[in-house]
């Protein structure tokens, strides 16, 4: 007698057969369940929402498994992409039901949705800047740019349709320029990296983490960061409105997995910064910079007032330009699924929503021996092979990296934070006013901008110093 599949014979027969074959059961009317899940790994903002979910099988925990899903197989895909735009474009043929990007390219994914009956909803932030700080423009080191205005006429890229892209369209309209101020080309942040490099261009405009990571790999320069456009920028969560509405219990497994992501990055941020790089190549320091204490960067879910506001005004801009379809922000924006994840987990989500705070820098300053309590002045040294530590000052910071030299050891990344614009920024990439009634106790205040700090030592009797000129006028056991 020949015996056929498993899957053909009745009952306990059928599982007799499948255990003798070392097969496994099949469950009676299972359904597979593809989602897609458009990520971008190297866009260190979002990484909380993709490449951690993925890596640590965080969605996988939380997806539902009783109710109508006690017989879902679930098959998750994975599609990574450089920029927003493909991740739109996955959107619409359905075959990404999940996406992420900045917030320029949410816009256009909401308009395009909407026009095309193929509608997508905003249901979560992954991590935002009050004031638009992240996205910036770069020059090369040996440039003789320092500012935006320097930038008339020049060969300048971005990639169009992106963060950045919108960041510069605002920084033009603040300033009441013209969009062709500049010779404006589209290049990916691969493209646009490798053209700066080779001196082809004049000037780079990049989205997270690349105003930071270029500079970082010594070939760049930033002139001119968002958070001059005093304009909110962040990273947020699309989902297909016909895959929610279906759905809903995965849309909240997904946002509760985020959240667990967000507690995993705060509480061990250099552990996880050195995971990421591991994951996404891009350096864990850069990653740091953005989402470690005190960071560029604010992992919070909530959709805050202030963000749909920013919308508002960006879609004006982008509609005054021709750039954008009909978008009904307020059919598109929806906080009832991320409010719903909050009331499960027990969060008052109107305090949150109210919240602006971030976890800071902490800790005893071990040179001035003072603790580390203003998040505005406070520094940070990464020791090569060992760990992150804290200061309470500028000063301090510098005379640390002084005291740890003269022991032979070496650095990772220097954190401190620009007094100007209020974001954390690579000591060695920053400028210095240095000066005080003390010539033997200068005061020393860090500025990402050379302008900003030519201005603040002009009204303060301080001089202009680069890195090497300010770790030169201090002195350990001042």
């Known amino acids: 007698m020949s015996v056929g599949p498993a899957s053909k014979l009745p009952g306990f027969l059928s599982l007799l057969v499948a255990a003798t074959l070392g097969l496994a059961p099949a469950t009676a009317g299972a359904e597979t369940l593809e989602i897609g899940i458009g990520t971008q790994n190297t866009t260190t903002n979002t990484v909380t929402g993709g490449v951690v979910l993925k890596e640590l099988g965080l969605l996988e925990k939380h997806l539902p498994k009783t109710g109508k899903y006690k017989d879902i197989q679930y098959k998750l895909s994975w599609q990574n992409a450089t920029s927003g735009p493909p991740i739109t474009n996955g959107m619409m043929a359905n075959n990404i039901q999940i996406g992420m990007m900045g917030d320029y390219p949410l816009m256009v994914n909401g308009a395009t949705g909407q026009a095309t009956k193929n509608e997508t909803q905003l249901v979560a932030i992954i991590a935002y800047n009050a004031v638009g700080g992240g996205n910036g423009i770069v020059v090369h080191k040996d440039s003789p740019f320092y500012e935006l205005a320097d930038l008339k006429g020049k060969n300048v890229s971005v990639p169009f349709g992106s963060a950045a892209h919108g960041m510069m369209l605002t920084s033009l309209q603040k300033k009441g320029l013209s969009p062709d101020f500049w010779n404006l080309v589209s290049q990916s942040p691969e493209v646009g990296s490798t053209n700066l490099q080779e001196k082809r261009i004049d000037a780079h405009g990049d989205f997270v983490p690349f ?40 849309v909240l497994a997904y946002i509760t997995a985020l959240m667990e992501a967000n507690d995993w990055m705060r509480k061990n941020p250099k552990l996880a910064a050195e995971k990421i790089e591991e994951w996404t190549k891009i350096n864990k320091e850069v990653v740091y910079i953005f989402l470690g204490p005190g960071g560029v960067h604010t992992l919070d879910p909530t959709i805050k007032p202030k963000w749909v506001e920013s919308i508002g005004n960006n879609y004006a801009i982008l509609q005054k330009l021709n750039m954008i379809k009909e978008l009904n922000i307020g059919a598109w924006v929806n906080d009832s699924y991320v409010r719903q994840v909050f009331k499960d987990k027990g969060v ?30 406070a520094g940070e040294i990464w020791i090569q092979g060992g760990d992150i530590v804290a200061f309470s000052s500028p000063v301090c910071t510098l005379l640390g990296v002084k005291k740890y030299g003269a022991e032979g050891k070496k650095f990772n990344a220097v954190y401190l934070v620009d007094h ?22 200068p005061d020393v205040v860090p500025f990402l901008l050379k302008k900003d700090a ?25």
């Open 420 to 441: 100007q614009l209020g974001i954390k920024v690579f000591a060695d990439a920053a400028f210095y006013s240095i000066g005080g009634k003390d010539p033997k106790k």
């Open 348 to 377: 008052d989500y109107d305090k949150q929503l109210a919240s602006f705070d971030s976890y800071s820098v902490a800790g005893t300053d071990p040179v001035c021996n003072a603790p580390v309590k203003d998040p505005g002045k």
């Open 211 to 250: 105003a930071e990571l270029l500079p970082f790999k010594g070939f760049a320069r930033k002139i001119y960061d968002g958070a001059e456009t005093k304009t909110p920028t962040f990273h947020g969560v699309v989902v297909r409105k016909d895959f929610g509405e279906k759905y809903p219990e995965i």
């Open 454 to 478: 030519e201005e603040f030592a002009a009204k303060n009797g301080g001089k202009l110093a680069n890195y090497a000129e300010v770790l030169g006028a201090i002195n350990v056991g001042q």
